[in-house]
Nanobody, 123 residues
Framework: QVQLVESGGGPVQAGGSLRLSCAAS????????VGWFRQAPGKEREFVAR????????SYADSVKGRFTISRDNAKNTVYLQIDRLTPEDTAVYYC????????????????WGQGTQVTVSS
């Protein structure tokens, strides 16, 4: 089992950058795929990015490709989401999720979730 804690969110002006962190407990975090999702007010939770456990392969939603970068530091049990050139449309609660079997894009297939971190982008 793994517990996840997100951090790094906050208010930012459009065009700025943030780096979100997802810190995990547990000694086997390297065996978990990790995904980032976000949920804006009144909208469904959507996939943003994920990184696989085995080869570090990454995948991004088309809407964030080129601006978001997911990475992991297994020695620190942490996965990062670098967000550049933020726009007001990026305003949402960002969640990280982990699973030691599934490594796709479906939120309902990830078993472990953090509490989320709010990102608010002003124009």
């Amino acid at each position: 089992q793994v517990q996840l804690v997100e951090s790094g969110g906050g208010p930012v002006q459009a065009g700025g950058s943030l780096r979100l962190s997802c810190a995990a407990s547990g000694r086997t975090f390297s065996t978990y795929a990790v995904g980032w999702f976000r949920q804006a007010p009144g909208k469904e939770r959507e996939f943003v990015a994920r990184i696989r456990r085995s080869d570090g392969n990454t995948s991004y939603a088309d809407s964030v490709k080129g601006r978001f970068t997911i990475s992991r530091d297994n020695a620190k049990n942490t996965v990062y989401l670098q967000i550049d050139r933020l726009t007001p449309e990026d305003t949402a609660v960002y969640y990280c999720a982990a699973d030691n079997v599934y490594s796709g894009r479906r939120a309902d297939q990830f078993n472990y979730w953090g509490q989320g971190t709010q990102v608010t982008v002003s124009s």
